[in-house]
């Protein structure tokens, strides 16, 4: 059994920072790609950011310069720097991993619960 376990989210001001958190846990050979992704009221969920092992990062145009994605890959541990927050960037937010639970099992997704994030005055 694998296990995603978001932190970090909350009420913040329009400039303001957050930092998530994502650790994964449980049954666990390896780790390629940990994402996140969200989805506010009323939308689709939509990519944000992604890590992968070799630590190449992409980012929707969205969050370019303002989100930074990062990876502890000893603790299994994806982060999300989030500066410069907008009300638009108000969603739940979900960790995203592509792993592999043991070295006779493909990669498969999994999510975590999510974490509201929201930016208001």
């Known amino acids: 059994q694998v296990q995603l376990v978001e932190s970090g989210g909350g009420l913040v001001q329009p400039g303001g920072s957050l930092r998530l958190s994502c650790a994964a846990s449980?049954?666990?050979?390896?780790?390629?790609?940990m994402a996140w992704y969200r989805q506010a009221p009323g939308k689709q969920r939509e990519f944000v950011a992604s890590?992968?092992?070799?630590?190449?990062?992409n980012y929707a145009d969205s969050v370019k310069g303002r989100f930074t994605i990062s990876r502890d890959s000893a603790r299994n541990t994806v982060y999300l720097q989030m500066i410069s927050l907008k009300p638009e960037d108000t969603a739940v937010y979900y960790c995203?991993?592509?792993?592999?639970?043991?070295?006779?099992?493909?990669?498969?997704?999994?999510w975590g619960q999510g974490t509201q994030v929201t930016v208001s005055s």
């Open positions: 890590i992968t092992a070799g630590a190449i990062t």
């Open positions: 995203n991993s592509l792993l592999r639970s043991t070295q006779w099992t493909r990669s498969n997704p999994y």
């Open positions: 449980g049954s666990i050979f390896s780790i390629n790609t």
